[in-house]
């Protein structure tokens, strides 16, 4: 560790090296948006590892985990990835910087980043168990972050990577779909007007897919300028069986979650290798209420009783989560550089207004993202 930390240290070039503190947004505790505190004190992030980046933070963006940590949800299972050994005293991720989301630049690299350099321009989505984005800088693995697209600003590129990552684990990689197989597929996202559903639209339609979207009637006009196919009103009574008279889908990714999970399945082609998909799994709260082994238990009866149960069905049913990663990152900038796929940026919000913020992604009926610009 000695000579990682000293090789580091040489390689710190920049003013930031002087710092031992910066502004950022914390919470001390879990709860309601009353405990963001905003500090001129938060320690600096320091480059622990060879393969990490320091990264100055110009954007980010909120997404519902960070309205779910704020409020303590998941903190029993993340507290094991932070300290696995139990070292530590209860309570000791406070203060604790929310944000997954970052566009800035690098400042300083570890001894193996050779594929990043200072000033490089770069963007990312971290995992939840590391300090957050919601301040001036940020470490991140270098297997984390990518270069962010040239054809957008920070504040722009910042809406995407976590919904990005996220939509591209539960298409990719728990659901089998690519760019080569996607053509003609009948694909259905229950859930299409907020952060996920905006991005996974523009990726499903650009592998050529036919895309058919739920969301309220006052989106319809924004999902199909994204090139939805056909959108339904999800209020409507009727709304199993406007599903049902559709020719059967291929494949559906549910970003709501609870009782679609009753219906949704019957609308799949079935002995096809059909498959659902699901973003709204109960693992973390699971972990929360059982404890973390319990909880794997208990998220893994749950999970392979429902395989089995749509399998006897003749479909595919899967849970995905957000998976940070460079690579994935690289592939979606190509995708936007090519104009392919744009953000869709709701509203955008100073450092300074960062509670205000958390109150609009939590008063819900997102139309895309909610950024936060930190330049
Ligand atoms: P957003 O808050 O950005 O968007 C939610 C959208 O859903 C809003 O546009 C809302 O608009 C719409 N909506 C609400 N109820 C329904 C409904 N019954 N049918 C169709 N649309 C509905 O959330 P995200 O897109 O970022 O995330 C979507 C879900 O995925 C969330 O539950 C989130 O927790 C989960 N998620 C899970 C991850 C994982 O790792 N498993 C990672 C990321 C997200 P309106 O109410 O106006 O109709």
Redesign the pocket.
């Known amino acids: 560790a000695k000579h990682f930390e000293n090789v580091t240290c040489r390689k710190i070039n920049t003013s930031s090296a002087k710092k031992t503190v910066m502004p950022a947004w914390v919470i001390d505790r879990y709860g309601d948006n009353s405990t963001l505190r905003f500090t001129k004190g938060s320690m600096f992030p320091i480059i622990h590892y060879p393969n990490e980046v320091m990264i100055k933070v110009h954007a980010s963006s909120l997404?519902?985990?960070d309205i779910?940590m704020r409020n303590g949800y998941g903190a029993a299972a993340l507290q094991v990835r932070r300290d696995p050994l139990h070292i530590k005293a209860a309570g000791s991720e406070f203060p604790l910087i929310l944000g997954r989301d970052v566009s800035g630049v690098v400042m300083e690299t570890g001894l193996d980043v050779s594929y990043f350099k200072p000033g490089d321009e770069v963007w990312a989505a971290l995992p939840p168990w590391k300090q957050g984005t919601l301040a001036e800088f940020v470490v991140a693995s270098a297997n984390e972050i990518a270069h962010k697209p040239k054809t957008l600003s920070h504040s722009q590129a910042a809406a995407l990577p976590?919904?990005a990552l996220?939509t591209w684990?539960a298409l990719v990689n728990n659901g089998g779909l690519r760019d080569n197989n996607c053509k003609g597929k009948r694909v259905l996202i229950?859930?299409?007007?907020?952060?996920?559903?905006t991005f996974a639209i523009q990726l499903l339609k650009s592998w050529g897919a036919h895309v058919t979207t739920?969301?309220?009637e006052n989106?319809f006009s924004l999902l199909k300028d994204l090139g939805a196919d056909h959108t339904v009103n999800?209020k409507t009574p009727t709304l199993e069986k406007e599903l049902k008279d559709l020719k059967m889908f291929d494949f559906i990714l549910d970003?709501?979650?609870g009782r679609?999970e009753d219906w949704a399945l019957n609308l799949l082609k079935p002995w096809s290798g059909a498959t659902y998909v699901t973003?709204?799994?109960p693992f973390m709260l699971n972990t929360d209420r059982l404890g973390l082994a319990n909880g794997i238990v208990k998220s893994g009866i749950t999970l392979g009783n429902k395989i089995l149960k749509h399998l006897r069905q003749g479909v595919h049913y899967r849970?995905?989560?957000?998976t940070p990663s460079g690579p994935t990152l690289d592939e979606v900038t190509e995708l936007v550089d090519k104009r392919k796929i744009r953000p869709v940026v709701e509203q955008v919000f100073s450092f300074s207004q960062v509670p205000k913020a958390f109150l609009k992604?939590e008063g819900?009926?997102?139309?895309g993202?909610t950024v936060i610009d930190g330049s």
């Open positions: 997404n519902p985990i779910s976590y919904v996220t684990s229950l859930g299409g007007s907020g952060g996920i559903g739920t969301c309220s989106a999800y970003n709501v979650g679609t973003l709204v799994t849970w995905a989560i957000f992604l819900g009926h997102a139309r993202k």
